[in-house]
C-alpha cells in the first residue's frame, strides 16, 4: 500500500502486544503509549530536513546538521495526549497544537470541539498524533484542519489501524503517509478495531 508505514520493529511489536493485553493497567498502559509514540516518531520522522551545521569537538571543528523545520505536535484528544511526552523527548522544541474531537458514538462521526490554531500556521510539518485510525473520520477531520491552515507536510502517526480507516484516509489525503505499528483486521459493530486494544481513552485515563 503506498504511503503506508507499519513498523517492523521488535521493540515496537513486543510494547503493542503488551498494550492489547485486557490485564494491562492503566498506569502501564501511558508507560507504553509513550514508549511505542517515540520509536514511531523515529521511524516516521527519518525524512525530515537538515542544513549543514559547523561544530567545534574538543579536538577539531566539523561539519553536522540541524532541522531545518519547525515541527508541531498535534494530539487529538484524548487519547493522543498520551503520545506527546513520548515524541517530545525526541523534538522538545516542537510547538504542541491540540486538536479536540470525539467520535459520535452513534453516527461515529468526528464532532469538533476544540482548536486553538492562530490564523498563520508557525510551523512546516505536523505529527498527527493519535493511537487509534479505526473509520478514519477523526483523522480525516484534523488534516482538513491542519491543511486549512495552510501546513504542507503532514504526517499521521498512530498505534494501530483498521484497514476502513487507512483507506478513508488514502482517499481524502493521499499524500499524507500514515505510520502505524500495526494494521489490524477489521472494524466490528460498534466500530471498534479487532483485534485492538480497547478503547484508548478510557484505558489511559482509567474512565473505561
Ligand atoms: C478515539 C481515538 C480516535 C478516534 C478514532 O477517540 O482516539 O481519535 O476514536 O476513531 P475514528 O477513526 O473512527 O474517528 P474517541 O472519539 O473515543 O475520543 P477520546 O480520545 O476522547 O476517548
Ligand atoms: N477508538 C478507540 O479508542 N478504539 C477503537 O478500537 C476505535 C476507536
Known sequence: MANIFPSSHPLVAHKLTRLRDKNTNPKKFRELVREIAALMAYEATADLQTVPREVETPLT?????????KIGLVPILRAGLGM????????????VWHIGLYRDERTLKPVEYYNKLPIEPTVSVCLILDPMLATGGSAVATADVLKRWGVK??????????????AAMQKAHPDIPIHLAAIDDHLNEHGYIVPGLGDAGDRQFGTG
Do not use: D, H, R
Request: hydrophobic share 40%; proline share 6%; charged share 25%.
Open 153 to 166: 507536510k503532514i504526517k499521521f502517526v498512530g498505534l494501530i489501524g483498521a484497514p476502513e480507516g487507512i
Open 61 to 69: 571543528s566539523c561539519t553536522g546538521v540541524e532541522l531545518q523545520e
Open 84 to 95: 506527546v511526552e513520548g515524541v517530545w523527548e525526541l523534538m522538545p522544541s516542537s510547538e
